[in-house]
């Protein structure tokens, strides 16, 4: 069975400030792994996803995540984050040979303020 | 492409009384998902449909719950009958085609709200 730990709820962060989330999962067998944002009275939108290769992923609005195997993390960042960042994000893994189910993390609020 | 839609987008009802949300997903795409999302539990799968038919229910949380796909283009949930504690923001989302490395386009959900 798969779990996935977002260890911060809610991150405050000051706009042009750099953040990053934490994500942790666990798995007995290889995974796909996600970044999912919801922003307020909205569905998820996919934000970046690793399935293999690089281990370094980024979005086109400046996100990246790194993949560590040892560690069996997928950390989130960005280095400069804007007003419009305000979402909860979601870490997310699915078995590399499952029918495409997610487990989902907890989520994490990022509340930007100027 | 108009996304996903669900309706209603917010719905209060009495407990006891039936619920039915619609789902109707992206054109094209063959997997359909059911997800809860609350506070204390935060997102539940609820149930998976594979060109439409149900293929993981394991996450339905009782008989009260029953989903249907009658075709490619429209799924429903329902509750009866429907109990506070179903209240909850519910979503669907579908993807193209069914495997673990593709996106799941997430519809803007429905707020339930069970008095």
């Known amino acids: 069975a798969q779990s996935v730990t977002q260890l911060d709820s809610q991150v405050p962060v000051f706009e042009e400030a750099p953040v990053e989330l934490r994500c942790n999962y666990s798995s007995s067998v290889s995974v796909y792994l996600f970044w999912y944002v919801q922003y307020p009275n909205q569905g998820l939108q996919l934000l970046l996803k690793y399935l293999s290769g690089s281990t370094l992923v980024k979005s086109i609005n400046g996100f990246e995540a790194e993949f560590n195997k040892s560690q069996t993390s997928f950390h989130l960042r960005k280095p400069s984050v804007h007003i419009s960042d305000t979402a909860e994000y979601f870490c997310?893994?699915?078995?590399?040979?499952?029918?495409?189910?997610?487990?989902f993390g907890a989520g994490t609020q990022v509340v930007v303020t100027p | 492409d108009a996304g996903v839609i669900q309706s209603p987008r917010h719905e209060v009802t009495e407990m006891g009384q039936e619920v039915t949300l619609r789902c109707k997903p992206i054109?094209?795409?063959?997997?359909l998902f059911w997800y809860r999302q609350t506070m204390m539990r935060g997102l539940e799968l609820l149930i998976y449909f594979n060109n439409n038919v149900p293929i993981d229910d394991s996450g339905m949380p009782e008989d009260r719950f029953s989903a249907k796909m009658p075709n490619a283009s429209f799924s429903t949930l329902k509750i009866q009958p429907s109990e506070p504690r179903d209240s909850a923001v519910y979503f669907c989302a579908s993807s193209f085609p069914s495997g673990g490395q593709n996106e799941q386009y997430f519809g803007p959900g429905t707020r339930l709200t069970v008095t």
């Open positions: 997310a893994v699915s078995d590399i040979d499952s029918w495409g189910k997610l487990q």
């Open positions: 054109s094209g795409h063959n997997s």
